[in-house]
């Protein structure tokens, strides 16, 4: 399951207006100050390079972050997919920006441990479990942090004990509740 956008994509940034005399062992050791790097594209005499981020958190920090660090440019790597990607594009499919949902929890879990599931992947603002359902919600603060629980799917459901399906949630009506 989840959003065809997700399965595909890594958390890649293309950073511009570097200089020309940009190597990898600078641009990783920039981009490293925000979170491990898994792998670094210098384009030899182009000055822009790809970065490759371990985490999505990672990631996200490092994009709002570099520019006014660094001065240089940065954003999103497209995947080759060109589908809407990284944070702000769940909205174009009626998402939630760091909302999850978690399904197929067994009956007995509680709100304390799924806050314990996914406490690793970030800040979380908020977990609920719609009563009877085998139905909850995780908000974390950030993008990063949801995209990287999600692609911890199996670990989480591990921490649960039972497999469970986890995808961005469908964004929250405005009106007013009932």
């Not at 990672?58 to 589908?83: D, M, N, T």
């Amino acid at each position: 399951g989840g959003s065809t956008f997700d399965d595909a994509t890594v958390p890649r940034l293309f950073l511009g207006r570097l200089g020309n005399s940009a190597t990898q062992a600078n641009v990783e050791a920039m981009c490293s100050e925000y979170g491990q790097v898994a792998n670094v594209n210098v384009l030899e005499g182009k000055g822009v390079a790809y970065v490759t981020f371990v985490s999505w958190l990672a990631a996200q920090v490092a994009a709002e972050s570099i520019p006014s660090a660094w001065g240089c440019s940065c954003q999103w790597a497209e995947p080759r997919s060109k589908e809407p990607y990284g944070p702000g594009s769940n909205a174009a499919y009626g998402l939630d920006e760091s909302r999850l949902f978690v399904g197929n929890l067994d009956h007995s879990n509680t709100e304390a441990d799924l806050q314990e599931a996914f406490a690793p992947y970030g800040t979380i603002i908020e977990v609920s479990i719609v009563p009877g359902k085998g139905v909850g919600f995780v908000t974390f603060e950030r993008w990063g942090s949801a995209k990287d629980a999600i692609d911890a799917a199996a670990y989480i459901g591990t921490a649960l004990g039972q497999r469970c399906n986890l995808n961005f949630a469908q964004a929250r009506k405005t009106s007013s509740r009932r």
